[in-house]
């Protein structure tokens, strides 16, 4: 029986790996870490970016002795201050992506992890990787000069759009067959293709700046430095931030749809289409800005600014679909019993799933964890669900959903649903100094009626006419005689 029972938990281990799902992992918290692929992937992904940009450093920061002279690097000195202005465009992106990132069904680490190797690939990864290929390419595409890649525009039309978007896309397909479980709407793509193209443009930033600032300072006060800085900030930093990000999310919209498309000619088609507009856009825009200028290319930048504009509405639309998709899918389990009516309503809106974490920070940690375990999976449940339907999983799914529900039961005990109220604040109890009774006054006088001073003790005084006596008269009394 015990074989049998080894071959059948190998099997379902087989199962889930086919499909993509999680594995059980079980030992002590050292042992899981171990075995979490999405561990490894972030240690390789790392290892990987302090290589390439170590070797980035090296080709671009200093001074080099080249057969007939020396090439002039970046300069140590210059790369704090052009870092500076980089970070302007890169934080405030980033940022919004973040905060889209919202119906991903995985822990904050786990999230953090996506983002990072995201991030890093595009500032390290593919920034090395394009400007190996492209002054390779431009120097065989050169058509003017001694064969210097910026004597032609060809590179920058031709192939640095192509160069460019597929190392930056790499990283979007090897999460999507690495982690293709995680990968459950658009959004994923959006928000991972986004982040390696802001990685991507952080870098190249900090190249253009760089390069700008030293060529200012070498021509000996024919321009002022800072200035050259700001003005190609102004281009590239603020008029033209969204450029890499927004080229890239063409990609990761369509390897989405692939990763979650029923269709084989879909799974085929939609990442080429994706790859091939973010190209197009890319060319598009390094032509303009090569070739065009005046009122030209402020027609050409209002052009992007819709485009732009159209792409946040459709983040904000896909936020608002995530969440009516996520309720009609846990519905299916209320409908079953399986689930409370509450819970499709509750972890289905972004407002309410908040205040519940709000409401479970105050109870206490264990409520606080209880909440998070039960919003993720029921989360995941829902995607796996729709997983279902669509045929992407077989019947190892399904052992995946009897897993979460019974995940789902031992945490609701502790876990907040749907919060209602004020949450459970904890009252600023100090501590009171025991007040003496007095006793209330007794007898007529400023002291007794109006004054401050208490009783003297002993039995209660009358007061008003009630406390006057008088003294008996003496019936032998009377006035003198005369």
Same mark, same amino acid.
């Not at 919004?96 to 991903?104: E, G, I, K, T, V």
């Not at 909440?371 to 029921?378: D, K, M, P, Y």
């Not at 009252?427 to 007529?444: D, F, I």
């Given at each position: 029986m015990s074989v049998q029972a080894s071959h059948g938990d190998v099997d379902r281990r087989r199962a889930r790996r086919r499909n993509g799902l999680p594995v059980p992992r079980r030992g002590d918290l050292a042992r899981r870490l171990l075995t979490d692929p999405l561990l490894w992937l972030?240690?390789?992904?790392?290892?990987?970016?302090i290589i390439c940009g170590v070797l980035m450093w090296y080709q671009m920061v200093p001074d080099r002795e080249v057969p007939?002279?020396?090439?002039?690097?970046?300069?140590?000195?210059? *790369?704090?201050?052009?870092?500076?202005?980089?970070?302007?465009?890169?934080?405030? *992106?980033?940022?919004?992506?973040?905060?889209?990132?919202?119906?991903?069904?995985?822990?904050?680490?786990?999230?953090?992890?996506?983002?990072?190797?995201?991030?890093?690939?595009?500032?390290?990864?593919s920034t090395f990787l394009s400007a190996q290929i492209n002054t390779w390419a431009a120097s065989h595409l050169a058509v003017m000069g001694d064969g210097d890649p910026a004597s032609s525009a060809r590179a920058a039309v031709f192939v640095a759009p192509f160069v460019e978007e597929s190392t930056k896309a790499t990283i979007l397909f090897f999460i999507a067959i690495l982690l293709r479980y995680r990968w459950v709407n658009r959004l994923s793509g959006i928000i991972l293709a986004g982040l390696s193209g802001a990685g991507f443009a952080f870098t190249e930033n900090i190249l253009y700046y760089g390069r700008a600032y030293r060529y200012a300072a070498q021509t000996f006060g024919q321009q002022d430095p800072d200035e050259v800085l700001q003005e190609i900030f102004?281009?590239?930093?603020? &008029?033209?931030?969204?450029?890499h990000p927004l080229f890239t999310m063409c990609a990761g919209i369509g390897l989405a749809v692939a990763v979650r498309a029923k269709s084989k000619l879909f799974r085929v088609l939609a990442p080429l289409i994706g790859f091939l507009a973010a190209a197009l856009?890319? &060319? &598009?825009?390094?032509?303009?800005?090569?070739?065009?200028?005046?009122? %030209?290319?402020?027609?050409?930048?209002?052009?992007a600014l819709l485009l732009l504009a159209t792409v946040i509405g459709f983040i904000i639309r896909q936020l608002f679909r995530e969440g009516r998709s996520v309720r009609a899918r846990l519905e299916d389990y209320v409908r079953a019993g399986w689930l409370r009516e509450e819970d499709a309503a509750a972890v289905s809106r972004l407002r309410t799933r908040m205040r519940a974490l709000w409401h479970a920070l105050w109870r206490g940690p264990r409520s606080f964890w209880s909440t998070i375990v039960l919003q993720v999976?029921?989360?995941?449940?829902?995607?796996?669900?729709? =997983?279902?339907?669509?045929?992407?999983?077989?019947?190892?799914?399904?052992?995946?959903?009897?897993?979460?529900?019974?995940?789902?039961?031992?945490?609701?005990p502790l876990a907040v649903v749907t919060p209602t109220g004020r949450a459970p604040y904890p009252r600023l109890r100090g501590r009171r100094r025991a007040v003496e009774q007095w006793a209330p006054p007794s007898y007529p006088g400023p002291?007794?009626?109006?004054? =401050?001073?208490?009783?003297?003790?002993?039995?209660? %005084?009358?007061?008003? %006419?009630?406390?006057t006596t008088y003294s008996e008269v003496d019936p032998r009394w009377k006035p003198p005689s005369s």
């Amino acid at each position: 029986m015990s074989v049998q029972a080894s071959h059948g938990d190998v099997d379902r281990r087989r199962a889930r790996r086919r499909n993509g799902l999680p594995v059980p992992r079980r030992g002590d918290l050292a042992r899981r870490l171990l075995t979490d692929p999405l561990l490894w992937l972030t240690v390789a992904a790392f290892v990987l970016f302090i290589i390439c940009g170590v070797l980035m450093w090296y080709q671009m920061v200093p001074d080099r002795e080249v057969p007939g002279g020396t090439l002039i690097g970046l300069g140590t000195d210059v *790369i704090p201050l052009v870092a500076r202005y980089a970070a302007y465009s890169l934080v405030p *992106i980033t940022l919004l992506y973040f905060w889209a990132d919202r119906w991903r069904p995985v822990y904050v680490w786990a999230r953090v992890a996506f983002w990072l190797v995201a991030l890093g690939w595009g500032a390290f990864v593919s920034t090395f990787l394009s400007a190996q290929i492209n002054t390779w390419a431009a120097s065989h595409l050169a058509v003017m000069g001694d064969g210097d890649p910026a004597s032609s525009a060809r590179a920058a039309v031709f192939v640095a759009p192509f160069v460019e978007e597929s190392t930056k896309a790499t990283i979007l397909f090897f999460i999507a067959i690495l982690l293709r479980y995680r990968w459950v709407n658009r959004l994923s793509g959006i928000i991972l293709a986004g982040l390696s193209g802001a990685g991507f443009a952080f870098t190249e930033n900090i190249l253009y700046y760089g390069r700008a600032y030293r060529y200012a300072a070498q021509t000996f006060g024919q321009q002022d430095p800072d200035e050259v800085l700001q003005e190609i900030f102004f281009l590239r930093g603020v &008029m033209t931030p969204f450029a890499h990000p927004l080229f890239t999310m063409c990609a990761g919209i369509g390897l989405a749809v692939a990763v979650r498309a029923k269709s084989k000619l879909f799974r085929v088609l939609a990442p080429l289409i994706g790859f091939l507009a973010a190209a197009l856009l890319h &060319m &598009m825009f390094n032509a303009s800005s090569t070739l065009v200028d005046g009122p %030209q290319l402020l027609l050409l930048w209002g052009g992007a600014l819709l485009l732009l504009a159209t792409v946040i509405g459709f983040i904000i639309r896909q936020l608002f679909r995530e969440g009516r998709s996520v309720r009609a899918r846990l519905e299916d389990y209320v409908r079953a019993g399986w689930l409370r009516e509450e819970d499709a309503a509750a972890v289905s809106r972004l407002r309410t799933r908040m205040r519940a974490l709000w409401h479970a920070l105050w109870r206490g940690p264990r409520s606080f964890w209880s909440t998070i375990v039960l919003q993720v999976s029921l989360t995941e449940l829902a995607y796996l669900r729709d =997983s279902l339907t669509r045929g992407l999983v077989d019947q190892a799914g399904v052992d995946r959903e009897h897993e979460l529900l019974g995940v789902v039961e031992r945490h609701r005990p502790l876990a907040v649903v749907t919060p209602t109220g004020r949450a459970p604040y904890p009252r600023l109890r100090g501590r009171r100094r025991a007040v003496e009774q007095w006793a209330p006054p007794s007898y007529p006088g400023p002291a007794g009626l109006g004054g =401050s001073w208490p009783a003297p003790p002993g039995p209660a %005084q009358p007061l008003g %006419q009630t406390a006057t006596t008088y003294s008996e008269v003496d019936p032998r009394w009377k006035p003198p005689s005369s």
